[in-house]
């Protein structure tokens, strides 16, 4: 079983930039799907970005795409999540996740983004 931590959120203007990382442990890192949901107040968890084990293949939400950059270290157990121009309503909780080969799901704590406009 994986355990994930994130870091890297805190309190940005609109136009600035952020990146996220989320640190594994505790299983073979290569072999989980990583992504980054985010959660605002009042509103569901929504899907930001995804990546394959071996980083052959990203997905992005469309309200991101273009803005923010998901990526891996293998050999670093992390992921990571490169935002760009920022806006306002990217103000949330950002949570890492994993999904195994047998589909279980693994969270992190999150961490929250504030972008002040």
């Known amino acids: 079983q994986v355990q994930l931590v994130e870091s890297g959120g805190g309190l940005v203007q609109a136009g600035g930039s952020l990146r996220l990382s989320c640190a594994a442990s505790?299983?073979?890192?290569?072999?989980?799907?990583m992504g980054w949901y985010r959660q605002a107040p009042g509103k569901q968890r929504e899907l930001v970005a995804t990546?394959?084990?071996?980083?052959?293949?990203?997905n992005y939400a469309h309200s991101v795409k273009d803005r923010f950059t998901i990526s891996r270290d293998n050999a670093k157990n992390t992921v990571y999540l490169q935002m760009n121009s920022l806006k306002p309503e990217d103000t949330a909780v950002y949570y890492c996740?994993?999904?195994?080969?047998?589909?279980?799901?693994?969270w992190g704590q999150g961490t929250q983004v504030t972008v002040s406009s």
């Open positions: 996740n994993a999904i195994d080969h047998a589909r279980s799901t693994y």
């Open positions: 505790g299983s073979i890192f290569s072999g989980y799907a």
């Open positions: 990546i394959t084990t071996n980083s052959a293949s990203t």
